[in-house]
T-cell receptor, first 115, second 113 residues
Framework: GDSVTQMEGPVTLSEEAFLTINCTYT??????LFWYVQYPGEGLQLLLK?????DKGSNKGFEATYRKETTSFHLEKGSVQVSDSAVYFC??????????????FGKGTSLLVTP | DAGVIQSPRHEVTEMGQEVTLRCKPI?????LFWYRQTMMRGLELLIY????????DSGMPEDRFSAKMPNASFSTLKIQPSEPRDSAVYFC???????????FGPGTRLTVL
């Protein structure tokens, strides 16, 4: 079945450091890929998405490129801020699978940015 | 738009009691999802509806769990009887027809003592 694997956390960075959170996926069809962010005590919010190979999603300085050849969708940001501290979830939606429109999430990566 | 609304935000109950969680999706959204989040298992899909009809309930843990969507603006997730291992944060999300972005509610934190 479909699955998402993302790097274990927690990740601790100093402000203005470069961020990479790795995400790889397994899917039978042609999934859409997502990064969601969860701030403490809140629900998940869409950060960015990509729906086909080589698409780049971007938002708030974060970027991720849909790489079909490596089945990856790594999240990057050039200069993190304290306000980026949150849990980041990689997810896929594969309409060709039994789960259809549902999201299949990775375990989440906790990011802490220190001043 | 008020977003997805969930109630209650926090629920503390004793083992054996019935628990009902409620969700109001964004108006006009055709799909509604229930997820459960725990430290051990992460985010798991429990069930989802399309136009008020359950499509996939394979994630519902056992017969103690049931979900309904009597109309387009309301869904419930019921646990009867509740057990301590049901303690988790339960999220509801909705998606418009043809869309792929899910909009999440703030969640209900359930503690079963």
């Amino acid at each position: 079945g479909d699955s998402v694997t993302q790097m274990e956390g927690p990740v601790t960075l100093s402000e203005e450091a470069f961020l990479t959170i790795n995400c790889t996926y397994t899917a039978t069809g042609y999934p859409s890929l997502f990064w969601y962010v969860q701030y403490p005590g809140e629900g998940l919010q869409l950060l960015l998405k990509a729906t086909k190979a080589d698409d780049k999603g971007s938002n708030k300085g974060f970027e991720a490129t849909y790489r079909k050849e490596t089945t990856s969708f790594h999240l990057e940001k050039g200069s993190v801020q304290v306000s980026d501290s949150a849990v980041y979830f990689c997810a896929l939606s594969d309409r060709d699978s039994n789960s259809g429109y549902a999201l299949n999430f990775g375990k989440g990566t906790s990011l802490l940015v220190t001043p | 738009d008020a977003g997805v609304i969930q109630s209650p935000r926090h629920e503390v109950t004793e083992m054996g009691q019935e628990v009902t969680l409620r969700c109001k999706p964004i108006s006009g959204h055709d799909y509604l999802f229930w997820y459960r989040q725990t430290m051990m298992r992460g985010l798991e899909l429990l069930i989802y509806f399309n136009n008020n009809v359950p499509i996939d309930d394979s994630g519902m843990p056992e017969d103690r769990f049931s979900a309904k969507m009597p109309n387009a603006s309301f869904s419930t997730l019921k646990i009867q009887p509740s057990e301590p291992r049901d303690s988790a944060v339960y999220f509801c999300a909705s998606t418009p027809r043809g869309g792929d972005t899910q909009y999440f509610g703030p969640g209900t934190r359930l503690t079963v003592l």
